[in-house]
């Protein structure tokens, strides 16, 4: 298996290239702009894969679904991947989000497979291009509870604030959530964690906006990433436009109770189990965070159940099994 990361996105070693678990990671550069950057990198992948020689490749989104052109040319099966639409986020411009939407077309015709993270994204492509298409959802590992210790030094404590986790940008909602917290009389904090690329003036906005309950850290990852889901009082999903959220069924897996806007793939993720608010809907958000934080016993009891519901949904073994399945299916007729 080769994995290809951007250099960018991680600290390449000397060479190049490392190994992971019997994986390969090739680390390749890319044009550091928000419409150039997955395209220049993911041509580059692909031509590296190609002279690699593999039985299957498999594209991570919809836009790269276009170099399918060139695998197919040497007799190469490919897969493209739908996490959600792409094109209906506020950070595109017309022209972007034309070629967005084109992209859809291509993931349809051109790779020999596609695979839909959600069923709501499934149905909307077979019915959009009557075309089959496999769902495979993320698996979650389970997230064990972590005392707090990094935490601390952010003045943080269990239970003493909100998260939200995930990449800071328009389409995530982040303006609406922070516009609801601020009409709230309390002393749990707001905690917003995650990389804003390509997202600077909105997140300066939101800086300017937030009070001295409000903390952003950046982007953050092992012990801290752990102790602030498994300490968090509730995590907030407030997209606007999202497939499956892989954060919000992380937040699950730690027993949180989540809070999330009524999009289909958000209400996909937590069946019953969460407080749903209408997407957009500054006043209704408002609402529901003053219901949990006026009702503890409730955001217990939510947390225990989504637990048990995304541990019984989400399996990463079910999920390997169904990729490589079709993997096998590609790569066999190939030899």
Known sequence: VIVYARRHFAKAPTGGYSYYRGMEVVYLPSIRSKHLDTLSYGLLATLHAIR?????????????????????????PSIV???????????????????????????????????AVSRNLQHYFERRFRRSVHFIPSGINPIHYAEPC?????????????LFLGRLDEAKGCGYLLDAYLRLKTDKRLVFAGGWQYSERYVARLRAA???????????????????FTN???????SESEGISNSLLEAMSAGRC??????????????????TFRAGDVDHLHRQLEYVL??????????????????????????????????????????
């Open 150 to 162: 990094e935490i601390l030094t952010h003045g943080l404590s269990r239970g003493n604030y909100l």
């Open 258 to 275: 989540v809070v999330v806007s009524d999009i289909p793939g958000n209400v996909e993720a937590v069946g019953q189990f969460a407080i």
């Open 210 to 228: 937030a009070d001295h309950r409000v903390l952003f850290l950046g982007p953050v990852s092992g012990r801290l990433w752990q102790e602030l």
């Open 52 to 76: 690699s020689g593999v039985d299957v490749v498999d594209f991570r989104a919809t836009p790269l679904s276009w170099y399918a052109l060139l695998t197919r040319s040497c007799g190469i």
């Open 294 to 335: 006026d009702n503890p016993e409730v955001v217990a009891a939510l947390g225990r159940r989504a637990q048990e519901h995304v541990q019984s949904h989400f399996s990463w073994d079910r999920s390997t099994d169904r990729l490589l399945s079709l993997y096998e299916s590609l790569a066999t007729p190939r030899r």
């Open 232 to 238: 968090a009082y509730v995590y907030v999903q407030p």
């Open 81 to 115: 991947w739908s996490q959600g639409p792409e094109w209906d986020r506020p950070k595109w411009g017309f022209v972007a989000r034309l070629f967005l939407k084109s992209s859809e077309i291509s993931s349809a015709y051109l790779p020999n497979a596609m695979v």
